[in-house]
Each structure stands twice: as C-alpha cells, then as structure tokens.
C-alpha cells in the first residue's frame, strides 16, 4: 500500500471513529419515587428535610418548578408516564383498573429499538404482583426487588458490576421508601416535636410523629439516589449518562395525594447531563410526565409516535427554550370504593382551576378510611392512618380541629387559584366578580378536555355523601 492509500485509509478511520462517537447513545438512569412530594427535598426549599444527593443532582444540572404527573394515584401517573398518553386515553384512570385500552402501547419498546437495554429495578409500574402488565415487552430485564431497608441496593450494584453488553442503558429505579407504611417510629434523624405542619393543616403530636417518619423516608430515598450516582460513576460513562430523579405524585397526606392540588400533582424533576446541561440551571417551564419518555426517545435519536398526548422536552433541558406546554391538565377518579372523588383540573400561566364534579360527595382517602373503618388492632403497627384519629379527638374541644376536618372533605364546584400568590391553595377566587373571565376561560377548557380524551365521567366505586357524614353534624351544631 503506497503512501497515498495509507492516508485515505487512515483518513476513513478517523472519520468513522468520529461519527462511532458522534451518535454514541446516551445512559439513562431514571430514579422514581413514591408518594415524595414535590417541597420535601432541598432543591425545593425545605430546610427541615437533608437531601444532599438531590441537593447535588440539581447543582449539577436542571430543576424543573413547574413538572407535573397526570393524576395523584400510582396507576395512572405510571401508566401515563409508560404511555405518553393521558388517563382517559391510556385506559387508566382509576388506580384500581390495571388494562390499558386495546391498541394502546407502551413506549418502551421505542427505546429498546434504538439498541438500548431497559432495565427496571423495584417498584416501576404499579402493583407487585402484576408489576408489568401491558407497560413493558419481554425484552425489558426485571432485577428482583430489594428489601426497602437496603440502601446500597446491592441488587443494581450486581447488574452494574457484571453486565457485559456494550449497549446503551435505560435503568429505572422505582424507591418506595416514602410510600405508606413509613419507617417505624424513633429511627428519625429529626424529634417530632420539632416537626413543622404546613398552616392549612391541624397540629397534633401524632401528626408530628407521622412527619417525622416520612422525613426518615425521603432521608432514606436519597441516600439511595446518591449510591445510585456512586454506581453510575463506577460503572457508566458518566459524560455520557443522563441522570433523572421524580416521583408518581405527592405524600399520602391532606391536600395532596389523591388531589389536584399542587402537592397533590406537582413533581420533583431533577436532571443532570455533564457537558450538555448547564449546572444550577432551573426552569418554569411546564412539563408533564407523559413527556418524559418521548424526551428520552428524542435524545436517544429514535422517532416519537405522532398519536400520543406527550412531546419531547429535550429543548428545554439543553437550554435552548425555556417554555414548553400552556396549559397542564390532570384527572382523578378513585381506587375501588376508597378516594371515590371525581376531580379535573388545568394549569395556564399562574392560575389554577379545579373542578369537583361531586361536591355532594365527601371527600376521603385511605388515609382517613382505614382510620376510621378500620379497626386499631387490624391496622398495621407503623400504618399512616394510625394518626388520623388525633384529629378527631382533637375536633372534640377544638373548633380549629373541626375547621380543619371540614376543609379536608368538603369542596365547592369550582375552585380558582393564583399560584404566585397562593401556593397552597387556600384563597379560592371562583367566586371573586375580578376573576370571572379567567374562571370562564378555564372552565372552558376543562370541559373541552374532557370531551377530547372522552370522559365519561363514571365513578370507581360507591361515594360517601357528606349529608351522612359525621363531621357535617358537628358543623351545623356547631352553628345551632
């Protein structure tokens, strides 16, 4: 081979390495929690709460303020995160119903197309003994789950340590440590006295004690989240490895899970990229979760389906936009005969507008249910329902208990909301002659959302009527 030959040559060879490096695909490492509400972190202000893993994870590249999921219960936030697709459109709705609508299909295989291993690792989709159904193909590796003590998750250290394809990764990591039952009493770094409830909620030394568990839960998740970094750094390319820490939806507490409000729907979004995301860098954009595995498609180079609800976010997280949807919808319907409470919402801008569409209903979840119809010696040891009953007890000799309760189960039609101003929702502007044309709008749009995904508006199990409810008594004899 003369001299000429050798350069062409060696010229061709660098030029398919360069393009080999070129379209090298990306890892992904996706962490989901349970139940891990969207101010419980550092990133998100809390100051009573340690997280220095998502502390990190955030220094490190994008918190997004404005991520939702698309309703408050773990079936359907998970199926419409798999699916792209909204509830009513996927077949979910309720966090009972487990069948996705014939036709439909999960968006994993888009990945696995794309020459990726997917991998999932405890809870990922929704319920243990039917983990996976209709969500994931054949092809998806399951690791076994990890007892919810086990910090090291030994189990992905294995995978990690012995895995010998080359092919790019998709890892998720469902954690569960913040779902109910939490940790048991007294391995709290923090004393439950010390314990600050959010204003809108009663104060009860139980209730304390209740938050103190939860805070050991979210503790505990982000020790996980930072071996799973550690792990990442050992055994991927980390300049070549997406990291994303959220959750299904916020904690079984009032006003939030099971409920349209933002601790109810709001996420924590967390995302690094070294050398393509801009580190401390944060966003309003509104995104949603049917939009995070269209975004991992798009990165990954594959084609996102035309038909689905959800849309690439991958401008937003290189810095190149900085808005992404006008308006973010979510749903509720119910589990069986618990949290039977029908709920729409939208969120545009800084306005919130929420729909009851059964304001005769009570409105009740586990929580307070397995509380009161459950009986002590059959409820759990370390269950979250255990402290419910305080708030009854205190509603006794208290009329602030009593207000509390009452805000708790009962809702008006409409509710209307200016986020900025009000963060906790506790000023409802529905009625206010100012705020009639926004309240028009959105009414609007709501209702047109709700023919376009085709709600049929139907009800998960049998209601209970707030003319039969107890604390509706002690109401009207509180005004006698």
């Known amino acids: 081979m003369n001299i000429f030959n050798k350069i062409i040559c060696g010229f061709i060879v660098l030029i398919y390495n360069f393009s080999t490096a070129q379209v090298k695909k990306p890892n992904f490492v996706i962490v989901i929690a349970d139940d891990h509400g969207v101010f419980h972190s550092t990133p998100y202000g809390s100051t009573i709460i340690e997280t220095p893993n998502m502390q990190k ?24 995160l798999f699916t792209g697709l909204m509830p009513y459109n996927n077949g979910i709705v309720g966090n009972h119903e487990k069948n996705l609508k014939p036709g439909v299909l999960s968006l994993i295989p888009n990945l696995i197309e794309q020459g990726y291993e997917v ?67 007294g ?33 505990s998740i982000d020790t996980k989240l930072g071996n799973i970094l550690k792990m990442s750094d050992i055994y991927l390319d980390k300049k070549n490895t997406m990291t994303v820490y959220t959750s299904d939806h916020g904690m079984a507490w009032p006003f939030a899970k099971w409920s349209l409000y ?9 995302i690094s990229w070294p050398g393509k995301i801009q580190p401390h860098t944060t966003t309003k954009a509104m995104v949603s979760w049917i939009d995070l595995l269209p975004t991992l498609i798009d990165i990954a180079d594959g084609t996102v389906p035309e038909n689905i609800d959800g849309k690439p976010f991958t401008a937003v997280i290189l810095g190149k936009k900085n808005k992404h949807r006008d308006a973010i919808y979510a749903t509720h319907k119910g ?7 029908p709920i729409r919402s939208v969120r545009v801008g800084k306005w919130k507008y929420i729909r009851n569409l059964h304001p005769e209903f009570a409105y009740t979840t586990h929580t307070d249910t397995w509380a009161t119809e459950v009986p002590m010696t059959k ?11 305080s708030y009854l007890a205190a509603a006794k000799r208290d009329p602030a208990a009593v207000a509390f309760l009452i805000d708790y189960h009962t809702n008006p039609a409409e509710e209307l909301y200016n986020i900025e101003k009000d963060p906790l929702e506790q000023n409802n502007l529905a009625d206010d002659p100012k705020c009639a044309k926004k309240l028009s709008t959105l009414r609007e749009k709501v209702t047109q959302h709700m023919k376009e995904v085709k709600d049929d508006e139907s009800l998960s199990g049998p209601p209970k009527l707030l003319k039969d409810f107890s604390i509706m008594k002690s109401k009207i004899k509180s005004t006698d």
């Not at 220094?59 to 303020?65: A, H, L, M, Q, S």
């Not at 159904?133 to 995978?159: C, E, M």
């Not at 409820?379 to 009953?389: E, I, S």
């Open 187 to 219: 391995e709290s770094r923090i004393k439950p006295e010390d314990v600050i409830i959010n204003k809108r909620i009663y104060t009860t030394p139980e209730a304390q004690l209740e938050m103190s568990r939860y805070i050991q839960a979210a503790e």
């Open 335 to 341: 589990d069986n005969e618990k949290n039977v409470y």
């Open 262 to 270: 933002e601790t109810g729907i709001r996420t924590p979004l967390l």
């Open 57 to 80: 994870l955030a220094d490190e590249g994008i918190r997004f303020d404005n991520a939702y999921i698309a309703s408050p219960a773990c079936a359907p936030s998970r199926a419409a």
């Open 119 to 185: 991998v999932f690792q405890g809870k990922v989709a929704h319920a243990r003994n039917n983990q996976h159904k209709g969500y994931v193909p054949k092809a998806v590796k399951i690791l076994k789950r990890a007892p919810t003590n086990d910090q090291k998750l030994s189990v992905v250290d294995d995978f990690l340590k012995n895995r010998e394809t080359t092919r790019p990764l998709a890892l998720f990591v469902g954690c569960t440590d913040t779902h109910t039952p939490y940790p048991p009493a």
């Open 379 to 389: 409820l759990h040891a370390n269950h979250a329902g255990r402290h419910w009953n």
